[in-house]
């Protein structure tokens, strides 16, 4: 089935520095892929989404590329803020039509000062 | 634009209880998921539905209903809860296809 893996659990950053957060899918369908981030007490919202090989999307000064070649949708920021500070999780839609969705276990992002 | 509503927001029970949680979305959307949220495991679905009385288990429906009776309203029941299903659960609802899921705040369920 369907699989996504987020490598880090925690990432801990000082405000400014850039940060590039993984996500790996597995699938048999042509792959769309989600981030969603969560902030404390709050609902996830969605942050980015592509399923077009190779380019950039863009959004809220984070961004991600699609390389289905390593099967790779990873986020980043130029310049993390403290409000940067949140759960985020990537998503692969299973191809059905209806958006079911396989999560990572997602990341924290804590931006320190 | 809309708004998810899920009640209740704190829910406590005694295990082997059943218990019942729900979710009111003014989108229209056709499809409605639930989902629940264990720390460190992200976000695992239970039940989706794609219109009204419509129902779709999914990778943890065991031990959980569902009932989608109106377009607007999708009910989550725990059938008899145990003490290791504490966690959050999140309602989200979606135009289908490849749109945005949009979600609810959640109920917390804890589990005496």
């Known amino acids: 089935g369907d699989s996504v893996t987020q490598t880090e659990g925690l990432v801990t950053l000082t405000k400014g520095l850039p940060v590039m957060l993984n996500c790996t899918y597995q699938?048999?369908?042509?792959?769309?892929l989600f981030w969603y981030v969560q902030h404390l007490n709050e609902a996830p919202k969605l942050l980015l989404k592509s399923s077009t090989d190779n380019k950039r999307t863009e959004h809220q000064g984070f961004y991600a590329t699609l390389h289905k070649s390593s099967s790779s949708f990873h986020l980043q920021k130029s310049s993390v803020q403290l409000s940067d500070s949140a759960l985020y999780f990537c998503?692969?839609?299973?191809?059905?039509?209806?958006?079911?969705?396989?999560f990572g276990k997602g990341t924290v992002l804590l931006v320190s000062p | 634009g809309g708004i998810i509503t899920q009640t209740p927001k704190f829910l406590i029970g005694q295990e082997g209880q059943k218990l019942t949680l729900k979710c009111q979305q003014n989108?229209?959307?056709?499809?409605m998921y639930w989902y629940r949220q264990d720390s460190g495991k992200g976000l695992r679905l239970i039940y989706y539905?794609?219109?009204?009385?419509?129902?779709q288990k999914g990778d943890l429906s065991e031990g959980y209903d569902a009932s989608r009776e109106k377009k607007s309203s999708f009910s989550l029941t725990v059938t008899s809860a145990q003490k290791n299903e504490m966690a959050v659960f999140l309602c989200a609802s979606s135009l289908g296809g490849y749109a945005e899921q949009f979600f609810g705040p959640g109920t917390r369920l804890t589990v005496l």
């Open positions: 989108f229209n959307h056709d499809t």
């Open positions: 539905s794609i219109t009204e009385n419509d129902l």
């Open positions: 699938t048999t369908y042509s792959p769309f």
């Open positions: 998503a692969l839609s299973d191809g059905s039509g209806y958006n079911k969705l396989t």
